[in-house]
């Protein structure tokens, strides 16, 4: 009995080993054939797209019911791969991350002060600033830059989009930094009170000190058929757009901290790790815990949502941006669309993006319950 159980043991360890030495070898030929080197461009690396892939994505976004930009890059490989990623779309609130890049470019320039204190007051208020509605009495208030910039990113706050716009010297020197870091693909032309009055077919200064209840009457009270033929234009207009490749390369710039100091760097991608908004976007299919850095954006037919997700196992980082407009469809069904896009492409760069030997390694210790902590500690990323 004793000596059968070692025999036992002994061929189950043997047949464990040939097992892991099988993974092991697929995973180097992926590392071979899939990976990129460190830091290769995105032109370099714009022909890699696995038809497979690829097909998945275009009918993942048939789900949208719109027209759908994709753009995702694997920021340790280089490897790439989008749809429609030269395309203009809406950026809606997403074109609060250039702008708070402008922001903390000044901050990096000592131009300004993070704990610079802003006063603002009730006719300050614009459309989607529930928060600030429900804060600023009468006598108004006062807040710090960095409190704008938490406002602007964790809840998409409008009000203090607009107030950190004329900061950072308005849409022209936003544009202007973008062109200085090499981004051809993005532009910022209008405070958030003028992208909303242009969309709905209104004066800015009809809209001005609105509380959200009355910003919800003034809405309805306007026929269906104006607000239709605005939002028809201003799905056509250029201003405020961007291309999902332009995003995705700003997005690179950031994470390797190239358009910001390094302090700076990490309180944007800190601020965007904790952003409250889209959680059924980017997020909505991906393993609980997963760290995302993210931005969303919403109006009308528009649903969008951009950001870096960190992979698991120590895979590296996939920067990515799902822009929707033109959308007929549901907002809830707009985010299961860029759910399910977001996932496939987390699956597809876990698994092929030529990652280390530690990452594989740890794939298989988690598999067989050895390693570094089995998958539980490593499902978060």
Known sequence: MHIATLHTRSSASFLKWVHLAVIAFLLAITVLVGGRPAGASWRATGDVEPSRLKSEIERLAELAG?????????LETGRAISLHGDERFPMASTY???IAIQVLTRVDQKELALSRLVTLRRRDLHPGSGLLARWLDASGG?????TLLELMLII????ATDVLLRLAGGPNAVTERLRELGIEGIRVDRPTVEIIADWMGVKASSLLGMTPIDFRRFYESIPEEKRRAAASAFDADPRDTATPTAMVQLLEKVWRGRALSRESTELLLDIMRR???GAQRIKGFLPPGTVVAHKTGTI?????????ITLPYGA?????AVFVKESTEEIVERERAIAHIARALYDDFLFHSGGSERASSDLMGA??????GGLGEHEGG
């Open 96 to 98: 609060k991350i250039p």
């Open 316 to 320: 590296g980082h996939l920067a990515l």
């Open 367 to 372: 598999r067989y319950g050895e390693g570094a």
């Open 300 to 308: 009308g037919g528009t649903t969008n949502d951009v950001g870096i």
């Open 142 to 146: 006062a807040l710090s830059v960095r």
């Open 275 to 277: 952003c409250e908004t």
């Open 156 to 159: 998409s706050d409008n009000t």
């Open 66 to 74: 719109g027209r759908v930009g994709v753009g995702a890059l694997h």
